[in-house]
Structures are given as C-alpha cells and as structure tokens.
C-alpha cells in the first residue's frame, strides 16, 4: 500500500505516516477485530521494516530526502 502511495506523492511533497501507536498496541487489534471482523494481525515488524526501507533510501539519497519522527507520527519528505 505505501509504494503505491509513495509514487503518487511529488518531488518535494510529504507524506505522512499516523497512529503509529496501534502497531504496537493490542488493544486497538482487537477494537478492529471487533468493528470489521476477520482475521486480523498487528505486527509492528512491518511498520520496523518500512522505516529501516526509508532509511537506507535517505541515505542513498534515492527518493525519499528526510524522515522526521514525532509522537505516534513519520513524515516523509520525497526528493
């Protein structure tokens, strides 16, 4: 979802990254769970996975030209 996003985003627009808190907390998994059913799965190491992605994209200076970290919240700058 994020690539298909990320490519609609233009050089030197932002894209941001909210509620990061329910990645970690199992309590808003099963608030979902309730709300829209299914089988659903809150693996924080996905969210670990994309930032360690945007990172080495940063340094790389191929894309993405910062990230900025807040409470709960990336912001992603695209070169």
């Known amino acids: 979802?994020?690539?298909n996003a990320w490519g609609a985003v233009?050089?030197?627009g932002?894209?941001?990254i909210e509620d990061l808190a329910?990645?970690?907390n199992p309590a808003y998994t099963e608030k979902f769970r309730k709300n829209?059913?299914?089988d659903v799965t809150n693996k924080?190491?996905?969210i670990s996975a994309l930032l360690d992605k945007l990172m080495q994209a940063v340094d790389a200076r191929s894309g993405v030209a910062e990230i900025r970290y807040h409470p709960q919240m990336l912001v992603l700058r695209k070169s």
Request: hydrophobic share 35%; aromatic share 28%; proline share 0%.
């Open 44 to 46: 924080r190491q996905v």
């Open 1 to 3: 979802m994020f690539d």
């Open 36 to 38: 829209f059913g299914g």
């Open 10 to 12: 233009r050089s030197g």
């Open 22 to 24: 329910c990645t970690y």
């Open 14 to 16: 932002f894209y941001v």
